[in-house]
């Protein structure tokens, strides 16, 4: 399954859901479709929390604790150090792409996965019950992942290949200077699958 795939995956769950409770989680539901999520595009990242940020209120916790789940597991991202710390420097050209490979069945890294994506749906079913999600559209609550797709292509290339889109505007602003963007050449924002074991998840 692919990391913009998991950007939706639970928006019908959650629509049944709410469908089959109380009259005014069903209508908030009814409504979903014409309700813009909250994520916006990202530009910037910094530490964990700036990504999380990203996310609607409601959906914050559910998130934060999946994305801790992912980055954090040495079976999905043996190659990245991470901790999720407030103000820690995050290599997120690593996060980016050099997720485990997760194609085999059974294998530690698919089922580290798995288990991480029930936790989460279970999280984002109990949410939609709670104060502060009231009014929140429960359309495609996974958008951020298709934005943090995008934000990863955009710095780092299709394939991480590319010099730090960031670290060049930075130097470029330090000298006065303009960075070329031309020469990074912005690939489309197409499905890349960067979050490994969000790849190939059955």
């Given at each position: 399954m692919k990391?913009?795939?998991?950007?939706?995956?639970?928006?019908?769950?959650?629509?049944?859901?709410?469908?089959?409770?109380?009259?005014?989680?069903?209508?908030?539901?009814s409504n979903a479709t014409s309700n813009e999520n909250n994520s916006k595009s990202i530009s910037t990242l910094t530490d964990f929390d700036s990504l999380i940020t990203n996310w609607d209120a409601c959906w914050q916790p559910c998130f934060r604790e999946f994305l801790l789940g992912s980055f954090g597991s040495k079976e999905l991202y043996p190659k990245c150090p991470f901790t999720g710390q407030k103000g820690e420097k995050v290599d997120w050209r690593c996060l980016c792409f050099d997720g485990a490979d997760t194609d085999v069945k059974g294998s530690p890294a698919n089922t580290t996965g798995e288990a991480i994506l029930k936790k989460l749906e279970t999280c984002l079913v109990d949410a939609i019950q709670k104060p502060i999600c009231k009014g929140t559209s429960l359309e495609n609550p996974g958008s951020p992942l298709e934005d943090f797709e995008g934000y990863c292509v955009q710095r780092f290339g299709a394939n991480g290949t590319l010099q730090d889109r960031e670290e060049l505007e930075r130097l470029a602003k330090a000298n006065g200077a303009s960075p070329n963007g031309g020469n990074l050449g912005l690939v489309g924002l197409s499905v890349i699958g960067i979050i490994g074991f969000l790849s190939v998840l059955a």
């Open positions: 990391l913009t795939s998991i950007a939706s995956v639970f928006a019908l769950p959650l629509l049944a859901f709410a469908a089959t409770n109380d009259t005014e989680t069903s209508a908030k539901a």
